[in-house]
């Protein structure tokens, strides 16, 4: 009889086989699993309850990506590649580096945009791939790719290096578990003292290796084929 427990992953593995609604079988093998499992319909909902309160920052999460999705499918990609096209000079290693200093001083405050998906593909990607389209007749495709992997590494090592100067965070006080475990006790604001060069080289470092990498990358693909005001090269 233990085996009827797992009917719910039966609804699931039927359900995606049969390509049904996605969210509709998920809830449905839930409420099923609770049923059979003993918990009903009101222990289910208390746990429903618990576990969203307790992952309330993905729920944040999730709104993040439902207002960024709208706002990119009524043309914000368009409106940021329009913009950036517009600054003179710009570069798509400036659009980055620009962004990872602006990031860092969020991030040290604890105050995410939504990551890669939520920001950097929908905004920071099309700004630099309109430093493309201003300087040039046409996009390299493997310009672009090495670009996305420019700008999520850009998102992540700022993340990284920068939400610890934030006492009280999470990775702060990972950080803080884990010296304790080990006999070493600290206090939040000497870890946040000690982590601010490295932040600072961090974000520098990469902010130049970015900025270099871009014109190599410039270079490589383009050449010398540049539009000059009447648009042919």
Known sequence: MELIKLLGILIVIIGFALKKDSILIIILAAIVTALVGGLGITGFLNTLGTSFVANRAMAVFIIIMLVTGTLERNGLKEVAGNLISKIKGASSGVVIGVYGLMRS?????????????????????????GTLEAKHQTVNEDYVED????????????????????????????????????????????????EIPVAIFAVLFTVGYYCIKDRRLEKKYYGNDVKNEGGHN
Do not use: H
């Open 147 to 194: 670009l996305k992997g420019m700008s999520s590494g850009m998102e992540n090592i700022v993340w990284f290096f920068c939400q610890v100067l934030f006492v009280g965070g999470p990775g702060a006080l990972l950080v803080q578990a884990t010296l304790s475990g080990l006999g070493y006790e600290v206090n939040l604001i000497d870890l946040a003292a000690v």
């Open 105 to 129: 001083v969020f991030a040290a405050f604890n105050i995410s945009f939504g990551g890669v998906a939520g920001f950097v593909r929908p905004i920071i990607m099309p700004m630099a791939v």
